[in-house]
């Protein structure tokens, strides 16, 4: 169930886009693909963090850049976070390149966007708690 928003508020939420505030966040996010893993949409401070493109990141899939060791966490996590409403949230290592050999440890929130044609993405956002 969604939160109830004051009128106010949700009359600017309804205004707002979502493009704005994901590409203006101050931390990486990603949006991906639950199907496949496949990253398909990174802003600018995930590019920054993990040392690529926003074209490189979307070719790839979120495995490249996880630990070799939480790979398989990731995806189990990433299964239920599209069975939930609410975001899971649980610390990752993320390569600096990738399949690099440098990580850096991030909190990170797992939550599904649906859109209005009812298709559902991941939605990851990420701290750097290293």
Do not use: C
Request: avoid cysteine; charged fraction near 25%.
């Amino acid at each position: 169930m969604a939160p109830e928003f004051s009128p106010l508020a949700a009359s600017w939420i309804q205004k707002a886009k979502y493009s704005d505030l994901f590409f203006r966040l101050l931390e990486p996010a990603l949006l991906l693909d639950p199907k496949t893993s496949q990253i398909i949409e990174a802003n600018d401070s995930a590019e920054h963090a993990l040392g690529a493109s926003r074209e490189t990141l979307v070719k790839m899939g979120i495995a490249a850049w996880l630990h070799p060791e939480e790979r398989e966490t990731f995806s189990q996590q990433l299964r239920i976070a599209m069975r939930r409403y609410h975001p899971r949230e649980i610390e990752f290592r993320f390569a600096t390149q990738p399949e690099g050999s440098e990580f850096r440890l991030y909190r990170v929130a797992l939550g599904q966007i649906q859109g209005e044609d009812g298709e559902a993405v991941v939605q990851v956002l990420a701290h750097d708690i290293t």
